[in-house]
């Protein structure tokens, strides 16, 4: 299953190498969870495979952490005894791992794929650690629909940031709950949205799909994450403009799916993270209508894999139609349902599966570019709906 990244601390592929070696050596041939990840003092840890990791009077030191006193010991990780995120950044660190393939999941258990072997054995400078490294990162969905983004606002090859969209939808939808109108939680808030954007771009500069605009190179290397090694490893972005240096439709020619598209489950951001004040009344009715945001985002994506699978488009109206023909499975309101429904189509991109619109005797018509794999995208999603889709 593939998570939306939401932070920005394994944006760094220098610090993401140097885990999975740290976890390699440790857990080649078995199982371990987030708390072996984990910094700690008393064993060995990622300080010992860290190619960043600074030397001071008081010891070895994070450059990304104030103190080398610290107990977080890492800023990818944080540590066993200091995590002031409740393992919401080591969490995230691995939910990156996976989505590149080097890591593979299955509930609490982890383990390090083959891909993932490869990469710990590789010396990360080199053509072929690169090679692998572009292959892993154009697997993971997110990253594919921020490409389709670029294509969507590049203008003579340079593209801004800030018009680079990659969260949850939002779809504005109201509920009549008690006496007042509730706003379901279902899309992402402008700084995740900035959060996963950072992250994404970093992955898709170290992969040398694109560059900054106005950043001085370190040197000249053909490897795009040693090239830009000083401003991939600094602690934010600088540039707003960049530019684009492999096309969208020669990118979509070297695979011909996305391997790691959003699952089922994580088609909705956590509900349960919506626990500030006043936000109660907003939590119960979303987790009330979670099932049917995610039954129709499943949808979206599963039919369009099929139209790809079938060289055919998705007809918007006849996948309207059918939602409104099976409402207790897909819809919250049938208010509004059309622009709805238009704005949960951009769960398409940010699972995986772009695709662009074609209008055809006066009807909308939803073409992909790519496919995806389908065995991912369904983990999780009930029989039930899987039997209904194909149906339609």
């Keep these: 299953m593939a998570y939306l990244i939401n932070r920005k601390a394994p944006s760094r592929i220098e610090c993401l190498h140097s885990l999975i070696k740290f976890l390699y050596k440790n857990y080649k041939n078995k199982s371990f969870r987030l708390d072996d990840c984990m910094f700690s003092r008393d064993e060995d ?16 030191k994070c450059p990304y952490k104030e103190s080398p006193l610290s107990d977080a010991g890492c800023y ?16 995230n660190t691995i939910n990156a791992l996976h989505g590149m393939g080097f890591l593979i999941r299955k509930d609490h258990d982890i383990y390090i794929s083959e891909l993932g072997e490869q990469f710990a054995n590789l010396s990360l400078f080199t053509d072929k650690a690169a090679c692998l490294i572009q292959k892993a990162i154009l697997s993971y969905g997110p990253v594919i629909g921020v490409v389709d983004e670029i294509e969507k606002t590049v203008n003579n090859d340079t593209f801004n940031a800030n018009e680079i969209e990659v969260g949850y939808p939002v779809s504005n939808e109201s509920v009549f709950e008690n006496g007042c109108y509730v706003t379901i939680s279902s899309g992402s808030t402008r700084d995740a949205n900035t959060r996963s954007r950072s992250c994404y771009l970093s992955w898709l500069i170290t992969a040398g799909v694109i560059e900054p605009i106005g950043v001085i190179p370190d040197n000249n290397s053909n490897i ?11 602690e934010t972005l600088s540039a707003r403009k960049y530019k684009l240096l492999i096309s969208p439709s020669e990118l979509y020619k070297k695979f011909e799916k ?3 598209p959003l699952d089922y489950i994580n088609l909705t951001k956590r509900t349960m993270a919506l626990r500030e004040n006043g936000q109660e009344n907003i939590r119960e009715m979303t987790l009330k209508y979670e099932s049917r945001i995610q039954n129709r985002r499943f949808a979206i994506m599963y039919l369009l894999n099929r139209a790809y699978e079938k060289n055919t488009t998705l007809n918007f109206k006849q996948l309207k139609e059918f939602m409104l023909k099976h409402p ?5 309101s049938e208010e509004n349902f059309d622009g709805v429904l238009k704005e949960e189509l951009h769960i398409a991109n940010v699972g995986g599966i772009p695709y662009d619109i074609k209008i055809l005797n006066n009807e909308i018509e ?27």
């Design 76 to 91: 990818i990780t944080n540590g066993k005894l200091e995590d002031t995120t409740k393992k919401k950044e080591v969490s």
């Design 366 to 392: 939803l073409v992909p570019k790519v496919g995806l794999n389908i065995r991912e995208l369904s983990i999780g999603a009930p029989l039930a709906i899987v039997e209904l889709l194909n149906s339609f």
């Design 224 to 234: 795009p994450y040693y090239k830009y090694r000083s401003y991939i490893n600094a």
């Design 258 to 260: 996305t391997e790691h």
């Design 45 to 60: 840890n990622i300080h010992n495979y860290c190619s960043l990791i600074e030397k001071t009077v008081l010891g070895y």
């Design 328 to 332: 207790r499975y897909f819809l919250i």
